[in-house]
């Protein structure tokens, strides 16, 4: 069973910083594609970050420069740093994986899903 929990996240005032994990269980965790999407209420889930099994990744503009997103093969996880946060970041922020090969910042794409956890930046 394909499982991911999802650690971090919390509150920090505008121009901080957090870091959220999300370890994976249940499959080659190096061979599929892997996301951070964040949803607030009443808005469509936004895709923030994507990372590949070759190392690519992928942006949301409103994040570039500020999010960064990795992966530990060894250690079967994933990270997003997020720095200089603003109060538009304020989401509920997910995990997510790809069954398959695709390059994607779309919701639709993603097949597993972690469990959800809550960033505020307030002003």
């Known amino acids: 069973q394909i499982q991911l929990v999802q650690s971090g996240g919390g509150s920090v005032q505008s121009g901080g910083a957090l870091r959220l994990s999300c370890s994976g269980f249940g499959f080659t965790y190096d061979q599929y594609p892997l996301a951070w999407f964040r949803q607030t209420p009443g808005k469509e889930c936004q895709g923030v970050a994507s990372?590949?099994?070759?190392?690519?990744?992928m942006y949301a503009d409103s994040v570039k420069g500020r999010f960064t997103i990795s992966r530990d093969n060894a250690g079967r996880r994933i990270y997003l740093q997020m720095n200089d946060l603003k109060p538009e970041d304020t989401a509920m922020y997910y995990c997510?994986?790809?069954?398959?090969?695709?390059?994607?910042?779309?919701?639709?794409?993603?097949?597993?899903w972690g469990q959800g956890t809550q960033v505020t930046v307030s002003s």
């Open positions: 990372i590949y099994p070759d190392g690519t990744t």
């Open positions: 997510a994986a790809a069954a398959w090969l695709i390059y994607s910042l779309n919701a639709a794409d993603f097949n597993y």
